[in-house]
């Protein structure tokens, strides 16, 4: 599976390396192509998964604030509901697009 916007691919794993949840496909950390996302400053934190960490997607000098996401430390009851750990996995959001 790939996520991209545009032409550009932001992460790229075998789709068993992959978690969804909530109907978002989260890539593993390896699998983000370097340079592509940075902390965002939104906070928020999701009632059953935890402290969530906002990225600001950037490709070709665009910046596309709160694109990406991850739970960089999810609760154990997240991680047991979800079935794996999840940690530090990112999913994408608006125009990213996510498929084979």
């Given at each position: 599976?790939?996520?991209?916007?545009?032409?550009?691919?932001?992460?790229?794993?075998?789709?068993?390396?992959?978690?969804?949840?909530?109907?978002?496909?989260?890539?593993?950390?390896?699998?983000?192509?370097a340079?592509?996302?940075?902390?965002?400053?939104?906070?928020?934190?999701?009632?059953?998964?935890?402290?969530?960490?906002?990225?600001?997607?950037?490709?070709?000098?665009?910046?596309?604030?709160?694109?990406?996401?991850?739970?960089?430390?999810?609760?154990p009851?997240?991680?047991?509901?979800v079935?794996?750990?999840?940690?530090?996995?990112?999913?994408?959001?608006?125009?990213?697009?996510?498929?084979?």
């Amino acid at each position: 599976m790939r996520a991209r916007l545009g032409d550009t691919v932001l992460a790229d794993a075998p789709e068993a390396d992959l978690i969804r949840i909530e109907g978002n496909w989260y890539f593993p950390p390896a699998s983000v192509t370097a340079g592509v996302l940075s902390d965002s400053p939104t906070p928020y934190t999701c009632p059953w998964k935890g402290a969530c960490q906002y990225l600001t997607v950037t490709v070709d000098g665009r910046e596309l604030p709160d694109r990406a996401w991850s739970y960089p430390d999810p609760y154990p009851t997240a991680i047991e509901r979800v079935g794996r750990d999840f940690s530090g996995y990112v999913a994408f959001w608006k125009e990213v697009e996510v498929g084979d």
